[in-house]
C-alpha cells in the first residue's frame, strides 16, 4: 500500500482544553499508548504549568491527571520524557529547567537545573537518558549529565550560535546533537574525548541551508534523514551516511537532499517524523501538513510529496506537532489558541491505519 495523498484522512478525535494561554509543547511519554498501558502525554503553556493527560482505556478519551504549577514563574516553553518515562523535563523562560519525578498519582519537581542567563527555549534527552541537553535567549547550548540519586551536572556550555537558540535535539541513537536558531543555522554537536563537545558541522544559507530562523528539526526512525523547517516558510530534508559514522570510521556531513516549499504560507513552527515515516509541519497559518518520501525511486523526480492538508487544524498558531510513538497513528498538536488537538491519521479505504 503506498502513501498517496487521496487516501487518508486526518481525523480530529478530542480537544484537550484547560490551559489559560498559548500551548507551546506536547510531548507523549514513552511505552505508553501500547500493551494495555494508557497513552499518557505532557502539555506545556505560557500559563506557567505543565499538563498531564491520560487516555482512558474505556472510552479513549483524554482526561488531565494532574498540573504541575507553582514551580515554573514564567512561560513553559519545552518539555520532555526521559527515555524511560521516568523523568519529565521542562524548560521555562524563568532561566531554569525542571526535573519531575512521577511519584505515586502525583508528580515531584526533584531538581532544578541553574545556569543559562534569560529564557530556556527547548530541553532534550538522548537516547540513553545519560545526557540532557537545553539551549536558550542567550545563544548557549548546554549538555547536562544525569547522575544517580536525581544530580545534574554540567559538562559543557556550547558557544557557537549568534543568536537566541530554538530548539536542541539528540540523535535518535547516536550521542551526536543537533540545534537550530535565530541565526539561520543548524549546528551539529559531537564529543572529542573526554566531555570534550565541539561543533562538528554548521549547516547554514551557504550550504543549501535555510534564509531565516529555524524553529525545529526530527529524525526519522533510522537516524540517516532529518527534516528541520523555518520562517522561510521551507522544510528541508538532510541525509547522512549513518554506517560510515557508526563504524566510527569518520564523521559523515550531513547533505541537502531536497526543499519542500510553497506548502505553508506563514512561519512553520514545528516539524515531526513518524516512527511510519510520515512528516507533520504546523505552522503560524493555523495549518497541518503531511508529507511522506515518493515510493517511486526516481533520480530526478519530486523525492516527497504532499500526503495530506488540514487547513484551520487550529484557530490560531500551531506551535508543535508530535506523532505518538506508540505506532497509533495519533498527532498531538498544540496552539496559541490554548487546546490541544489529538488527530488520528486514517485511511479513507475501509479507515484502516496506515503500514505500521
Same mark, same amino acid.
Given at each position: 500500500? +503506498?502513501?498517496?495523498?487521496?487516501?487518508? &484522512?486526518?481525523?480530529?478525535?478530542? =480537544?484537550?482544553?484547560?490551559?489559560?494561554?498559548?500551548?507551546?509543547?506536547?510531548?507523549?511519554?514513552?511505552?505508553?499508548?501500547?500493551? @494495555?498501558?494508557?497513552?499518557?502525554?505532557?502539555?506545556?503553556?505560557?500559563?506557567?504549568?505543565?499538563?498531564?493527560?491520560?487516555?482512558?482505556?474505556?472510552?479513549?478519551?483524554?482526561?488531565?491527571?494532574?498540573?504541575?504549577?507553582?514551580?515554573?514563574?514564567?512561560?513553559?516553553?519545552?518539555?520532555?520524557?526521559?527515555?524511560?518515562?521516568?523523568?519529565?523535563?521542562?524548560?521555562?523562560?524563568?532561566?531554569? =529547567?525542571?526535573?519531575?519525578?512521577?511519584?505515586?498519582?502525583?508528580?515531584?519537581?526533584? %531538581?532544578?537545573?541553574?545556569?543559562?542567563?534569560?529564557?530556556?527555549?527547548?530541553?532534550?534527552?538522548?537516547?540513553?537518558?545519560?545526557?540532557?541537553?537545553?539551549?536558550?535567549?542567550?545563544?548557549?547550548? *548546554?549538555?547536562?549529565?544525569?547522575? !544517580?540519586?536525581?544530580?545534574?551536572?554540567?559538562?559543557?556550555?556550547?558557544? @557557537?550560535?549568534?543568536?537566541?537558540?530554538?530548539?536542541?535535539?539528540?540523535?535518535?541513537?547516536?550521542?551526536?546533537?543537533?540545534? /537550530?536558531?535565530?541565526?539561520?543555522?543548524?549546528?551539529?554537536?559531537?564529543?572529542?574525548?573526554?566531555?570534550?563537545?565541539?561543533?562538528?558541522?554548521?549547516?547554514?544559507?551557504?550550504?543549501?541551508?535555510?534564509?531565516?530562523?529555524?524553529?525545529?528539526?526530527?529524525?526519522?526512525?533510522?537516524?540517516?534523514?532529518?527534516? =528541520?523547517?523555518?520562517?522561510?516558510?521551507?522544510?528541508?530534508? *538532510?541525509?547522512?551516511?549513518?554506517?560510515?559514522? &557508526?563504524?566510527?570510521?569518520?564523521?559523515? !556531513?550531513?547533505?541537502?537532499? /531536497?526543499?519542500? +516549499?510553497?506548502?505553508?504560507?506563514?512561519?512553520?513552527?514545528?516539524?515531526?517524523?513518524?516512527?511510519?515515516?510520515?512528516?507533520?509541519?504546523?505552522?503560524?497559518?493555523?495549518?497541518?501538513?503531511?508529507?511522506?518520501?515518493?515510493?517511486?525511486?526516481?533520480?530526478? @523526480? !519530486?523525492?516527497?510529496?504532499?500526503?495530506?492538508?488540514?487547513?484551520?487544524?487550529?484557530?490560531?498558531?500551531?506551535? %508543535?506537532?508530535?506523532?505518538?510513538?506508540?505506532?497509533?497513528?495519533?498527532?498531538?498538536?498544540?496552539?496559541?489558541? @490554548?487546546?490541544?488537538?489529538?488527530?488520528?491519521?486514517? +485511511?479513507?479505504?475501509?479507515?484502516?491505519?496506515? !503500514?505500521?
Amino acid at each position: 500500500m +503506498s502513501l498517496s495523498d487521496e487516501s487518508f &484522512q486526518l481525523r480530529d478525535l478530542q =480537544t484537550l482544553e484547560g490551559h489559560t494561554d498559548r500551548v507551546w509543547n506536547v510531548a507523549w511519554k514513552p511505552a505508553t499508548g501500547v500493551d @494495555g498501558v494508557p497513552a499518557v502525554l505532557a502539555s506545556c503553556s505560557g500559563d506557567k504549568t505543565v499538563r498531564i493527560w491520560e487516555q482512558s482505556p474505556s472510552s479513549g478519551s483524554f482526561q488531565c491527571k494532574a498540573v504541575l504549577e507553582e514551580t515554573h514563574t514564567r512561560t513553559v516553553r519545552s518539555c520532555a520524557w526521559s527515555p524511560s518515562g521516568k523523568l519529565l523535563a521542562t524548560a521555562s523562560f524563568d532561566a531554569t =529547567t525542571a526535573i519531575w519525578e512521577h511519584v505515586g498519582d502525583d508528580y515531584e519537581c526533584v %531538581s532544578t537545573l541553574e545556569g543559562h542567563e534569560n529564557e530556556v527555549k527547548s530541553v532534550s534527552w538522548n537516547a540513553s537518558g545519560s545526557l540532557l541537553a537545553t539551549c536558550g535567549r542567550d545563544k548557549s547550548v *548546554w549538555i547536562w549529565e544525569v547522575l !544517580p540519586g536525581n544530580e545534574f551536572e554540567c559538562v559543557s556550555v556550547l558557544q @557557537g550560535h549568534t543568536q537566541d537558540v530554538k530548539m536542541v535535539e539528540w540523535h535518535p541513537n547516536m550521542d551526536i546533537l543537533f540545534s /537550530c536558531s535565530y541565526d539561520n543555522t543548524i549546528k551539529v554537536w559531537a564529543e572529542d574525548g573526554d566531555d570534550d563537545w565541539h561543533c562538528v558541522q554548521t549547516l547554514a544559507e551557504a550550504n543549501n541551508g535555510h534564509t531565516s530562523t529555524v524553529w525545529a528539526l526530527s529524525f526519522n526512525a533510522t537516524g540517516d534523514k532529518m527534516a =528541520t523547517c523555518s520562517d522561510d516558510l521551507t522544510l528541508k530534508i *538532510w541525509g547522512a551516511e549513518l554506517l560510515r559514522m &557508526q563504524s566510527g570510521d569518520s564523521y559523515a !556531513p550531513w547533505k541537502h537532499i /531536497c526543499t519542500l +516549499s510553497g506548502y505553508h504560507d506563514r512561519t512553520i513552527f514545528s516539524v515531526h517524523w513518524s516512527r511510519e515515516g510520515i512528516i507533520a509541519s504546523g505552522a503560524a497559518d493555523d495549518a497541518i501538513r503531511l508529507f511522506a518520501e515518493n515510493g517511486d525511486g526516481l533520480v530526478d @523526480g !519530486p523525492k516527497y510529496h504532499l500526503l495530506l492538508k488540514k487547513d484551520k487544524a487550529h484557530d490560531m498558531d500551531v506551535n %508543535s506537532v508530535r506523532w505518538s510513538s506508540a505506532g497509533n497513528s495519533l498527532l498531538a498538536s498544540a496552539s496559541d489558541d @490554548g487546546t490541544i488537538k489529538i488527530w488520528e491519521l486514517t +485511511s479513507l479505504a475501509g479507515h484502516e491505519k496506515p !503500514p505500521q
